[in-house]
């Protein structure tokens, strides 16, 4: 379907102010559901082309707010990681079929949810576990192959940081700035491999205030919207949309 039709563009603004309300609020991890959402109207490698810059746009716009206010150790730790993830995921990317990717990503969808569930009822009353040098490389690894093949690398993040003890502000300033500088070496490899179209890119300067106003409502509706809210409502989403990518991929 091309990018500039009516359908995709009500399908696109939604997603996108999820995706600024998301990644600037609640520590991204669920702001990949965007692509998810996508992918339902568009095919993989068009969906991953037009998200990146409006993330990349989020997260330079949702910096300033939580400037210094992150972990800088726990940062360092996950781009170590990341970047050979990156990698990884590229020549994952390169040598595989959009159905793989619809799959991969509706794996991961649900998979996500599942692991929020696990987090929120399976552990109830167990000692929270402080993650060490080791796990932050390993999630890193993770981060970055997820984030690059889907923009998924929210849940790897959530697992290290989540065992590090962090409080909620310190938690989001240190994802915004994982992220920021992930999204900054993706892109070149997104561009070197042809992700990016001059079509893609068009249709990211429509969407860029959208992206820009749920960067606004995301960091305001950091301290007064409930998680709980939010996240229960970003999980059944995911559900319904990566059930949908696992039958396409399986089709």
Not at 200 to 215: C, K, M, Q
């Amino acid at each position: 379907m091309e990018l500039f039709s009516w359908q995709v563009f009500c399908v696109a603004v939604p997603a996108v102010i999820f995706a600024g309300v998301s990644k600037a609020g609640f520590g991204s991890g669920a702001a990949f559901a965007s692509a998810t959402i996508l992918l339902l109207v568009i095919e993989p490698g068009q969906a991953l082309g037009v998200m990146l810059p409006l993330l990349m746009l989020v997260d330079t716009s949702s910096l300033p707010a939580y400037w210094r206010k992150w972990s800088w150790p726990d940062a360092a730790l996950l781009l170590a990681g990341a970047v050979p993830g990156t990698l990884l995921g590229a020549l994952f990317y390169a040598r595989s079929d959009p159905d793989m990717i619809r799959l991969l990503i509706g794996v991961i969808s649900v998979g996500f949810v599942a692991w929020q569930g696990w987090q929120t009822y399976g552990r109830r009353g167990r000692a929270v576990r402080r993650f060490g040098v080791v796990a932050g490389w390993v999630s890193g690894g993770v981060l970055g192959f997820t984030s690059f093949v889907s923009h998924a690398g929210g849940p790897a993040a959530a697992i290290f940081l989540l065992g590090r003890g962090l409080d909620k502000t310190r938690y989001q300033a240190t994802t915004v700035l994982v992220f920021w500088a992930v999204n900054i070496i993706k892109a070149a490899f997104y561009a070197a491999m042809g992700i990016f179209t001059v079509e893609s890119l068009l249709f990211d300067i429509a969407l860029a205030p959208f992206a820009l106003l749920g960067t606004w409502l995301g960091i305001r509706a950091h301290g007064v919207v409930p998680e709980r809210v939010f996240f229960g409502l970003t999980y059944m989403l995911l559900v319904v949309t990566g059930g949908k990518l696992i039958w396409d991929g399986l089709s």
